[in-house]
C-alpha cells in the first residue's frame, strides 16, 4: 500500500516533467543554470561563511567578535 | 570605534544588501498576493463548474509560474551576505534569526515545492478538490514563509525575547513567542504581505487592461479585473489598518524614524500630518525649525498626534527631542544614551578581561551583571549606543525617509481609488468605452512596484544607524573583509539580477501576448 501511494507521487512527478511544456522547459533551465551560479560560483567563490572559514571553534568566534565589539 | 572602521567597505556591503534585497522583493509581492487571487479563481471554478473560469485560473497560474521562477532562490544571496559580510551581525544575533529563517526554508521547501507541483502538474492528474486544495496551500505556505523573514527583520528594528550572554557574545532566545508575536512582527507581516496583495491585484488589473485596450479576450479581462479589483479594495484598505497600526508602534519602539518620516525636527502636541510636502535644504537652515524646513506643505491638522498616540493633542517628539532630550517629556537625551552604552561596552570589555586572564570571580560577577534586569533596562538596552562617536549619526536621512513614506502613503490612497473606479465601471460594463483608464492601468503596475520598495526604504533606511535597533550600529556589523571583493561582488550581483528582470518581462511579455489556453479537467 505505501509502495503504491510512493510509486504513484513519484510516477506524478516524472509524468509531469516528462511533459513539460517548452516554456516550463524554459523556466526549468533558467532555475537551473541559477541555482548552480548561487551556490556552486558564487557561495564558494565570494561567499564563504567568514567566522567559519576563519576560525575553527565557536569559542574562537566568540573571542573574535567580542574583539571586534570592544576594540 | 568609528576610526578603526573602513567606511567604504560599510557602504558597499550596504550598497550590495540594498541591492539585492530589492531585486529580490521585486519577485516576492507578486508571488505573495496572485496566489490568492488564482486561489480565488479556481474556487470559483471549482463552485460554478463554468470552464471559462479554468481558463483564467490557468492564464494568471502561467503568470506566477514564470515570477515564482525567475525570483525563486533570489533570497538565499542575502543569507550568504549575512555570513560573509556582516559576520559580527550574525553571531551576535544568534539563534534569534537562524531559528526564523530555519523554518522559513524548510517550510518554503515543503509547502510550496509540494503543492506548486499539485498546481503545474495535477490538472487532469488530481480531483478538482485536490487541485483546488494545493493552489490555496501555495497561497498560504508563500505568505507563511514569508512571516518568518519578516518576524526576524521586525526583531532587529524591535529586539526582543531574547538575553545578551557575554560568554558566547550572542543573543539568544528566552521566548520564542514573545519573538513571533511582538506587536512589530506581527503589524509587520500584515502590513507587508497585503501591499503585496496590492501590489498582485494592481498587475492583473493592468495586464487584462492590455487585452481590452487590444480588445482580445473579453469575458476573460472583465472577470480577472472583477475579482482583482475586489480583492485590491479589500488588500488596500486592510494595508491602510496596519499601516496605522505601524505608525503606532513605530512611535514607541523607534521614534526617531517616525520624527524622520515626517520631517518633524521639533516635537509638538497636536502635530499635523503632512499630507504634501517639499523639504527645503538645511544649510541656510541649521536648526531646522519645524515650519521652516519645508518649501512646501499641506498639513493635515493634529493627525500625526492621532496617527501616533490616537489622540489628537497627544505630543509627537522631534529629531531634537530625541538627540537633546525633553525632560518635561520624560525623554533621555542622546548624549545619555552614549554614556550608557560606553558603560555596557565597557563592562563587555571588563568580561574580556576577566575570561583573558582566567579571573573566575570577575567573570562570575560579570555574567550575574548582564543577567540583571536593572542593568539590562539601564545601560544594556543602550548597548549600541556605546558605538556612537558623532551624535549626528543618530539621525537617519530625513528627506529619503520623509520622500519614501509619502510615496507610498500617497500612491496607496491612489490604488483604492484606482480600484474602485475600476470595479464601478467594470459592473457597468464601461470599461472598453473609458481608454484612458485602461491606459492608466498599465502605467500604474510600475507604481505598485514603485511603492513597495519605498515602504521598504523607509523601514530600513528610517531606522539608521541602527542594524540592530539600540544596540547595534550597522558600521559595527561588518565583517573585516576585502572591500574590493564586495565591489565585485555588487556588480555581478547587478549584472545577474538585471538579466534576471529582462528574463522575467520578456517571458512574461510573450505569454500575456500569447493570451489565455482553453484545455485541462
Known amino acids: 500500500m505505501k509502495r503504491n501511494i510512493l510509486s504513484g507521487v513519484i510516477m506524478f512527478y516524472v509524468d509531469g516533467f516528462r511533459n513539460l511544456s517548452s516554456l516550463g522547459r524554459r523556466l526549468w533551465l533558467i532555475i537551473l543554470i541559477k541555482l548552480f551560479v548561487i551556490f556552486i560560483l558564487l557561495r564558494l567563490l565570494f561567499f564563504p561563511d567568514f567566522l567559519k572559514s576563519e576560525y575553527n571553534s565557536d569559542k574562537e568566534r566568540s573571542e573574535h567578535v567580542l574583539e571586534q565589539l570592544t576594540r | 570605534m568609528i576610526e578603526n572602521i573602513d567606511l567604504s567597505l560599510v557602504n558597499w556591503s550596504r550598497g550590495q544588501f540594498a541591492l539585492t534585497a530589492m531585486y529580490h522583493w521585486l519577485f516576492v509581492p507578486l508571488t505573495l498576493g496572485i496566489t490568492f ?89 488530481v480531483s478538482k478538490k485536490f487541485h483546488l486544495a494545493a493552489t490555496w496551500l501555495v497561497a498560504i505556505g508563500a505568505n507563511l514563509s514569508a512571516l518568518w523573514i519578516l518576524v526576524a527583520n521586525a526583531w532587529m528594528q524591535h529586539p526582543t525575547g531574547m538575553h545578551f550572554n557575554p560568554d558566547t557574545v550572542r543573543n539568544e532566545m528566552l521566548n520564542f513567542w514573545e519573538v513571533l508575536f511582538s506587536p512589530v512582527a506581527v503589524n509587520k507581516f500584515l502590513h507587508t504581505v497585503t501591499s503585496g496583495f496590492v501590489l498582485a491585484s494592481v498587475f492583473v488589473v493592468g495586464i487584462s487592461s492590455w487585452f481590452l485596450l487590444r480588445k482580445r479576450e473579453l469575458l476573460f479581462a472583465h472577470r480577472s479585473i472583477i475579482v482583482a479589483t475586489i480583492f485590491g479594495i479589500m488588500s488596500t484598505l486592510y494595508v491602510i ?80 527631542d530625541l538627540i537633546k532630550g525633553n525632560p518635561e517629556r520624560g525623554i533621555m537625551s542622546a548624549g545619555e544614551k552614549i554614556e550608557r ?83 464601478i465601471y467594470a459592473i457597468r460594463k464601461k470599461l472598453e468605452q473609458r481608454r484612458w483608464i485602461l491606459r492608466l492601468a498599465l502605467l500604474t503596475i510600475p507604481l505598485a512596484y514603485i511603492t513597495s520598495m519605498s515602504g521598504w526604504t523607509l523601514a530600513e533606511m528610517g531606522r539608521q544607524p541602527w542594524v540592530i535597533q539600540d544596540l547595534m550600529p550597522t558600521f559595527a556589523a561588518v565583517s573585516q573583509i576585502d572591500s574590493g571583493t564586495v565591489r565585485i ?9 538585471t538579466m534576471l528582470l529582462i528574463a522575467e518581462i520578456k517571458i512574461m511579455t510573450t505569454q500575456v501576448k500569447a493570451g489565455p489556453k482553453d484545455g485541462g479537467h
Open chain 2, 241 to 320: 489598518v496596519t499601516g496605522d497600526g505601524s505608525a503606532k508602534k513605530i512611535v514607541q519602539v523607534q521614534p526617531m524614524k517616525l520624527a524622520a518620516m515626517e520631517g518633524l525636527y521639533n516635537g509638538q502636541e497636536g502635530a499635523g500630518l503632512t499630507a504634501i510636502g517639499v523639504i527645503s535644504g538645511s544649510k541656510d537652515d541649521p536648526e531646522n525649525k519645524n515650519m521652516e524646513n519645508f518649501a512646501f506643505r499641506i498639513e493635515i491638522p493634529n493627525f500625526l498626534s492621532y496617527m501616533a498616540y490616537g489622540k489628537s493633542n497627544a505630543f509627537v517628539p522631534g529629531i531634537n
Open chain 2, 37 to 125: 487571487i488564482l486561489a480565488i479563481m479556481e474556487t470559483i471554478y471549482v463552485r460554478t463548474g463554468d470552464e471559462h473560469w479554468k481558463k483564467v485560473t490557468k492564464f494568471w497560474m502561467t503568470l506566477f509560474g514564470i515570477n515564482f521562477a525567475i525570483g525563486v532562490a533570489t533570497g538565499i544571496i542575502l543569507e550568504f551576505e549575512f555570513g560573509t559580510n556582516w559576520s559580527n551581525y550574525s553571531w551576535f544575533v544568534g539563534d534569534i534569526f537562524g531559528a526564523p529563517l530555519a523554518i522559513e526554508g524548510i517550510m518554503a521547501f515543503f509547502l510550496e515545492s509540494t503543492f506548486i507541483a499539485v498546481m503545474f502538474f495535477g490538472w487532469n492528474k
Open chain 2, 341 to 423: 552604552g560606553r558603560y555596557a561596552r565597557e563592562m563587555l570589555r571588563e568580561y574580556k578581561k576577566a575570561r583573558e586572564t582566567n579571573d573566575s570571580t570577575g567573570i562570575q560577577i560579570l555574567q550575574a551583571m548582564f543577567t540583571d534586569q536593572n542593568f539590562i533596562n539601564d545601560y544594556f538596552r543602550y548597548f549600541g549606543y556605546g558605538f556612537i562617536e558623532n551624535i549626528d549619526q543618530l539621525i537617519p536621512n530625513v528627506p529619503l525617509s520623509f520622500y519614501s513614506f509619502h510615496l507610498m502613503v500617497g500612491l496607496g490612497f491612489y490604488f483604492l481609488i484606482f480600484f474602485i473606479l475600476f470595479l
Open chain 2, 489 to 497: 561582488t555588487f556588480w555581478l550581483f547587478a549584472a545577474i539580477f
